[in-house]
């Protein structure tokens, strides 16, 4: 969503990329990379950014359905458990023999209808995401723990005999890229462009900006909301199947927190918290900058303890940030 | 002594003045009503006595002495009262600490017996009814909330009350009830300024009865020295200062041409009655009626966003009634919204976004947005609308009020209906681009459409509707006026009640 009108020639294109909030924020970015690699000896190693990209990977992908529902208006802090869910399924699934491309879908499917009744919850009985998706947070948490009888399902011996299954998790292309990366990559590129062309999308938006005026255009509004909850959870367990893949097993506490993560990247990257505002490509540098931030912070042995508090702040900063800039520029409209 | 008196005030928002130079006085003990069409420049005016707004110029005397009000709290120090037309009461709160609100607030704690006791001496010589301090507003009836509210008002040692609107919300034995309490009021010395638009009220109630019309104080008189006719003319009488585009030359008002038929439609809530009207191809129909007469409301009812207790709406030969807003917009009746910041645009979006929301279909190729498309349709939206823009980029809310309602008539009109309803088109527009619109109106019923426009400005309704259903307070068609019948005093008599309030006389006399 572009916020200013095109002004002929480079002048014009300049600052109208100045102007986007990724432009900025991908700057940033770019200059704490340029610092750490300086200044620590490890930042530039193979090693070190196969973890950064690999930690991207998973979050990544909720982060996408995170942005999803938040352009309607809403957001999900159902995604952890969600994830978490759905490999539960599909793990029960394959130790019980199920071949694994159909363990896989069973469990993504379990998602989709996580979110579908998330969607239904909060369209038709007009309740807030925010209290039903916390609700659905320890609901599907809870379906884990009943599902597993609260133990962890370790898949280590079962993946030896699936290579492909195995593959997606830890597999590498050119023996340096990790192959979730390029998955999650070509999930991100496609939803960015999804996102700004499509008309879907765009209902999307609509819905986000102001409600009442999508209704008057005739969208469908409660069906918008619907689909958005439904591609978040959907995303979530496709996000669970790597989750697995990657860890061989699943445990009952996996995912836990990562709807923060998500949420607080999406803000970051300028995904507004009332719906309508914000791209696919900004809530992701957003999460690009929290893990450059954590790898930081690891590579310079901060203790975890100031982790979580070095984060929210700088959350609560873009926030901060937002809200001085969209009052300036109503001051100035008005 | 007077109670209240105003000298010269006048106020201007921005460039546009809404008060020139009124003089206004209330003696202690009257009920002075204050009338005038909407938009006059009565709530400016209380507004101003109230301290909500400071006046450009002019004097205000209490007691005869000369007084500033530049707060709320001044106004209220001087024993001012202000009695609002919605009511603004905790609905989880008591009675008496509702009526208490203002002073609960100092020190934390308080004793809901002393005030219960302190709210009873308020409330029982107020309403032969007794109302209970210790119940919970919510579980009033309107007309009871209206007492608490003037309770509310008149707990702070009030000598001026300025009542807006008291009756619109209420049935007939309880619009009795509020007049009987005014009374006890007026005895104990209050001055009451009375703002409405009820002749009854007026003839009935009050004492005086002074006229603001376009922000000029016409005239005062005694009540029993005026002629409805008289505070008629005086609302109404004006040129209309406007050039507005030619009307139809020759419509044929034939059966082949009706295009929107409306049969016997009833509001579920009771909001308008017995709705017929016929709407044919090419003309601009108008609906003139007073605030709160229920023309939006009959708008609403016909595009499927207001519950219905019968009647039928025939258009391209099918009623449709019960059918859903969207379908309803899909087969060509489509409606602008009143509220353009609220039901109408996107304002966090740009313009192009804008314009295509209800032509989303037919810019779309397998699910994706055709972009050249989307430019093309809005550049020539923004032409034709002459909408004033950097470009199609630019956000919606950047753009001044007369641009964003060009757009939300682009949006409306991106795909060619064939019934437009407009309500309220150009308020809070700039005369340029009222102007513009209007053409806009016009050109659209050369091209075949037929138009319903609702409004409350008298000159827009004259200067633009080819036809006139005037509407009364009670929600139904008084009267339908068309060619020189469409002037400002008989579309005044009709909406303002005088009619009815003439008629009903005229009855009295003829069983007497």
């Known amino acids: 969503m572009n916020e200013i009108a095109p002004k002929p020639g480079i002048k014009g294109i300049v600052k109208k990329l100045s102007d986007v909030r990724e432009t900025s924020l991908l700057m940033i970015i770019i200059l704490c990379a340029v610092i750490l690699t300086f200044t620590n000896e490890f930042f530039f190693t193979t090693a070190n950014l196969q973890t950064v990209l690999g930690s991207i990977s998973i979050n990544g992908i909720l982060t996408i359905g995170m942005i999803v529902v938040m352009i309607t208006g809403g957001l999900d802090l159902s995604v952890g458990s969600v994830m978490c869910m759905s490999m539960a399924f599909a793990a029960q699934a394959i130790l019980s023999g199920v071949p694994p491309l159909l363990a896989c879908l069973i469990g993504i499917a379990a998602s989709a209808l996580s979110g579908l009744l998330i969607g239904l919850v909060v369209t038709k009985l007009k309740l807030s995401h925010f209290i039903v998706t916390l609700c659905f947070m320890g609901i599907y948490r809870g379906v884990v723990y009943v599902m597993t009888a609260g133990k962890s399902i370790s898949l280590v011996s079962t993946l030896k005999d699936m290579p492909k299954l195995a593959f997606l ?65 959907t995303l979530a367990g496709v996000a669970g199947i790597i989750y697995m893949s990657k860890y061989s097993g699943v445990s009952t506490s996996a995912g836990t927190g990562l709807e923060m993560t998500a949420l607080s990247a999406a803000v970051i990257g300028g995904v507004s918290m009332n719906g309508g505002k914000g791209t696919v490509a900004g809530g992701l540098l957003g999460l690009l900058f929290i893990v450059l931030i954590q790898d930081a912070m690891n590579l310079f042995s901060v203790q975890a303890f100031w982790q979580d508090l070095i984060r929210y702040v700088i959350v609560l900063l873009a926030v901060i940030l937002d809200v001085v800039q969209e009052t300036a520029r109503k001051k100035k409209n008005s | 002594m007077n109670a209240l008196e105003l000298k010269g005030i006048s106020k201007s928002f921005g460039r546009n003045q809404v008060l020139f130079g009124v003089d206004f006085a209330l003696r202690p003990g009257e009920i002075h009503a204050i009338m005038g069409e909407n938009g006059a420049g009565k709530s400016t005016l209380m507004n101003i006595v109230y301290g909500n707004l400071k006046p450009d110029g002019g004097e205000i005397y209490i007691n005869g002495q000369k007084t500033a009000i530049n707060h709320v709290l001044d106004a209220q120090n001087l024993g001012i009262c202000f009695v609002h037309q919605e009511i603004a009461l905790c609905q989880d709160a008591t009675v008496a600490e509702n009526i208490f609100m203002s002073q609960i607030g100092r020190g934390g704690k308080y004793n809901l017996k002393t005030l219960a006791a302190k709210a009873k001496e308020i409330l029982d010589p107020l309403s032969s009814k007794p109302i209970d301090p210790y119940e919970i507003v919510e579980r009033l009836p309107i007309s009871s909330q209206q007492v608490v509210e003037i309770a509310k008002a008149i707990s702070n040692n009030c000598r001026i009350l300025i009542l807006d609107e008291p009756t619109s919300s209420l049935s007939g034995a309880e619009a009795e009830a509020l007049h009987q309490m005014i009374h006890r009021l007026r005895e104990n010395g209050i001055g009451i300024i009375y703002i409405s638009h009820r002749m009854s009220d007026i003839f009935e109630q009050c004492d005086r009865v002074s006229v603001l019309r376009d922000g000029h104080m016409v005239a005062t008189y005694n009540v029993s020295e005026v002629s409805v006719q008289q505070l008629v003319n005086d609302m109404a009488g004006r040129e209309v200062d406007m050039l507005y585009p030619e009307k139809a030359a020759d419509l044929h008002r034939e059966e082949s041409n009706v295009v929107l038929d409306v049969r016997g439609l009833e509001d579920a809530a009771g909001k308008f009655h017995e709705i017929n009207f016929r709407l044919y191809q090419g003309e601009v129909l108008g609906f003139a009626g007073l605030l709160g007469a229920g023309r939006s409301e009959i708008m609403k009812g016909i595009v499927g966003l207001r519950k219905l207790k019968g009647g039928e709406v025939l258009f391209q030969g099918k009623n449709i009634v019960g059918m859903r807003t969207k379908d309803i917009f899909d087969s060509g009746l489509v409606m602008l919204p009143e509220d353009r910041k609220k039901q109408g645009l996107f304002l966090d979006m740009n313009i192009r976004q804008n314009t295509v929301a209800t032509y989303l279909s037919e810019i779309t190729k397998n699910g994706i947005i055709d972009r050249k498309k989307e430019r093309e349709l809005t550049q020539s939206r923004i032409e034709r609308m002459n909408i004033r823009c950097v470009g199609s980029d630019q956000i919606v809310r950047s753009l001044s009020g007369g641009n964003q309602q060009k757009v939300l008539v682009a949006k409306t009109l991106a795909k060619k209906p064939e019934i437009v309803i407009m309500d309220e088109p150009t308020r809070g527009v700039d005369v340029g681009a009222k102007a513009e619109i209007h053409r806009l109106l016009r050109d659209l019923t050369h091209e075949g459409v037929s138009v319903i426009l609702v409004s409350s400005e008298l000159n827009e309704v004259i200067g633009m509707c080819d036809r006139v259903e005037l509407i009364d307070g009670s929600g139904t068609i008084v009267k339908e006026v068309l060619g020189d019948e469409i002037n400002s005093d008989t579309i005044m008599y009709y909406i303002s009640d005088a009619y009815r309030y003439e008629q009903s006389n005229r009855e009295v006399s003829i069983n007497e």
């Open chain 1, 169 to 233: 998790g830890s597999g590498y292309i050119g023996s340096y890229i990790p192959f979730t990366f390029v998955i999650f990559a070509l999930l991100a590129v496609a939803a960015d462009l999804y996102a700004r062309r499509s008309t879907r999308m765009r209902k999307l938006y609509y819905t986000g900006s102001n409600e009442l005026a999508a209704g008057h255009s005739g969208i469908n509004t409660d069906r918008v909301k619907i689909g958005a909850c439904v591609a978040c959870s």
